[in-house]
């Protein structure tokens, strides 16, 4: 055998044994961290109190935390009394159904004028509409 053709053999080798401990690395789509995800939708509802289209409410924080602590989700975005709108994250599941504790407090500058917040169960969106998770806000 000539040494080129070795040299060859070897190099397929090695790339072969690197392609199999890469593959072997990954975890499948049914590993604990797979590739599925959970529509979260919440909808905040302001309690009665306080004049809302009279506070100049302009950002709602809202933060989402896993069972565990950590933070899935804080972020600031723009809040318009007027509007009916939902807010929400495609998120992606560490279990079969994950237990998510939402926060949110809607500001004006520089105050909080409503907070509250609720646990919520996210499930695999499966093409379906994922529920929009009313989350009631009391005036503080």
């Known amino acids: 055998m000539t040494d080129l053709r070795r040299t060859g053999i070897a190099i397929a080798a090695c790339l072969l044994l690197g392609a199999v401990a890469v593959v072997s690395c990954v975890e499948g789509p049914t590993g604990p961290r797979g590739n599925r995800f959970g529509d979260l939708r919440i909808d905040p509802i302001l ?3 306080g004049r809302p289209d009279q506070l100049g409410l302009d950002r709602i924080h809202i933060v989402v ?14 809040y318009d009394v007027e509007s009916d709108r939902t807010y929400d994250w495609l998120l992606q599941l560490e279990g079969e159904a994950d237990l998510l504790d939402v926060e949110a407090w809607v500001l004006t500058d ?14 695999e969106n499966n093409g379906s509409e994922a529920p929009v998770e009313g989350i009631s806000l009391a005036y503080v």
């Not at 933070?71 to 975005?77: I, K, N, P, R, W």
């Not at 520089?110 to 499930?123: E, F, K, S």
């Open 47 to 49: 309690e009665e109190g």
């Open 65 to 78: 935390r896993r069972d565990d602590g950590r933070t899935a989700v804080d972020t600031t975005l723009d």
């Open 110 to 123: 520089p105050d909080t004028m409503y907070a509250g917040g609720r646990g919520v169960t996210l499930r």
